[in-house]
């Protein structure tokens, strides 16, 4: 067929009908009523374009057509408002059985970590049916994820974790841009997000022989001296980290936070930002020390760490304690 220039490209996930549904209803609204102001507008200039009355005169409007044109379309808005804030919970809140794969965005690729170890870049490859958390971070300038076949676009900004999320209903090759200007070769950070059956993706996962994500973290998470102070039990210098994760953590300054990705990144490059009730400042930062995949290695092994039953909550150090081996 010699016209064959797709509008819209297809749909390929499960938020794709409710963004395009919401689309739809936006631009046909804004055709409707425009088209109804420019046909009036012609019309009385067509009309009137030579006035039979030189002299102004005093006329009343209509209370039931001023009221009417502001009810209706305060309606419509509000049905925007509502079906607009539906999809963005839904599309801001990933299930909490969904797989999770780390990305990194940089000047100009995109590199993707899965937990199981496997390694990308430029290339993303996912399971069909099932529900994918992406974690992202910048290592340079704000980026921005965007797969428009998944309806789904997320901004990566440097220093903090953002994460998108989706469910692939069909198998194929998808385009992966980044949607925001991030210098000179922004054009060219583009990618494939290949989505494959469940059997098939497995398979695939298998061919990484590096070690899981978390047993990479433990490695560096031995190396860098911090299985000194963030023990197992309740000796250390610093709180327990098994079980943190997701957790409400007491701050010294009275606040109380949630454990998550960026809070850990936070607590790791800037250890002195929010300080853990009842235990001392003394952590040294990693700022500049760990790169992008080092703290995705460590925050992947800290969210590994579960709590042993009957194991003891966090508690402070004993007054005067001294650091375990000094």
């Given amino acids: 067929m010699w016209f064959n220039v797709p509008l819209f490209p297809e749909r390929a996930s499960t938020l794709a009908n409710q963004v395009d549904y919401l689309y739809f209803f936006i631009v046909l609204n804004t055709v409707f009523f425009s088209a109804i102001v420019f046909s009036v507008a012609a019309l009385f200039a067509m009309k009137y374009r030579r006035s039979k009355h030189p002299k102004a005169e005093q006329i009343h409007g209509s209370m039931i057509l001023e009221i009417g044109w502001s009810v209706l379309p305060f309606m419509i808005a509000m049905v925007m408002f509502a079906w607009g804030a539906v999809v963005f919970f839904d599309y801001s809140r990933p299930p909490a059985n969904a797989m999770e794969i780390y990305g990194i965005g940089k000047q100009w690729m995109w590199k993707f970590e899965h937990v199981e170890g496997q390694r990308e870049i430029n290339q993303l490859h996912v399971p069909a049916g099932r529900d994918v958390r992406i974690i992202l971070t910048s290592q340079d300038v704000i980026h921005d994820f965007a797969v428009p076949a998944f309806r789904l676009k997320g901004d990566v900004i440097p220093g903090r974790y953002t994460s998108v999320w989706f469910r692939a209903t069909q198998t194929g090759t998808y385009r992966l841009f980044c949607d925001q200007y991030c210098g000179t070769l922004h054009a060219g950070m583009v990618g494939d997000v290949t989505v494959m059956d469940p059997a098939a993706y497995q398979e695939w996962l298998s061919g990484s022989g590096q070690g899981s994500l978390s047993q990479q973290g433990e490695k560096l998470f031995i190396q860098l001296g911090c299985v000194t102070c963030h023990r197992s039990d309740i000796q250390g ?10 957790s409400q953590v007491h701050l010294a300054d009275g606040r109380t936070v949630t454990a998550d990705e960026s809070y850990i990144r936070e607590s790791i ?58």
């Fill in 237 to 246: 210098r610093g709180p327990v980290l098994a079980g943190v994760f997701g």
């Fill in 269 to 326: 490059m800037f250890s002195s930002a929010k300080i853990v009730a009842g235990f001392p400042n003394i952590m040294p930062s990693f700022q500049g020390q760990i790169s992008e995949d080092g703290l995705i290695q460590l925050i992947s092994y800290i969210k590994s760490l579960k709590p042993q039953p009957g194991a003891p909550a966090n508690a402070p150090a004993a007054p005067g304690a001294k650091p375990p081996g000094k």
